[in-house]
């Protein structure tokens, strides 16, 4: 193993690393000043995912209803005729029209003949 060559003025929070290994300079007030080893953590792989726990009985909040979107596109005009609407009320009687001309017989029967 390698000598570990520390700084030779190190400020009190100073971090110095060699190899796999990391130290913190500590100095308090009226103590010599040290150098700390700091712990190593070694992180291994990800396990593997736990089963899944029971269904919940607890049903949540509702969350707050969001903003109106904007108005859509119009779309094309149909081509489905609706269905025809009721007949309107009978309106009123109209004024009785003029008397007409007086005609002699041979008229008023060949009136008569063609209405047959």
């Known amino acids: 193993m390698a000598a570990i060559d520390f700084p030779s003025s190190p400020t009190n929070g100073q971090v110095f690393s060699s190899g796999d290994h990391t130290w913190v300079f500590s100095s308090a007030t009226g103590v010599v000043g040290a150098w700390k080893l700091e712990a190593q953590t070694v992180i ?15 049903t949540g909040p509702t969350g707050a ?15 489905v005729a609706g269905p025809t609407g009721p007949t309107g009320a009978t309106g009123a009687a109209g004024s009785t029209g003029p008397t007409g001309p007086t005609g002699t017989i041979e008229q008023n029967i060949i009136a008569l003949e063609v209405f047959r």
């Open 44 to 58: 291994g792989p990800t396990g593997p995912t736990g089963p899944t726990g029971a269904a919940s009985t607890v």
């Open 65 to 79: 209803t969001g903003i109106t979107g904007p108005t859509g596109a119009t779309g094309a005009a149909s081509t």
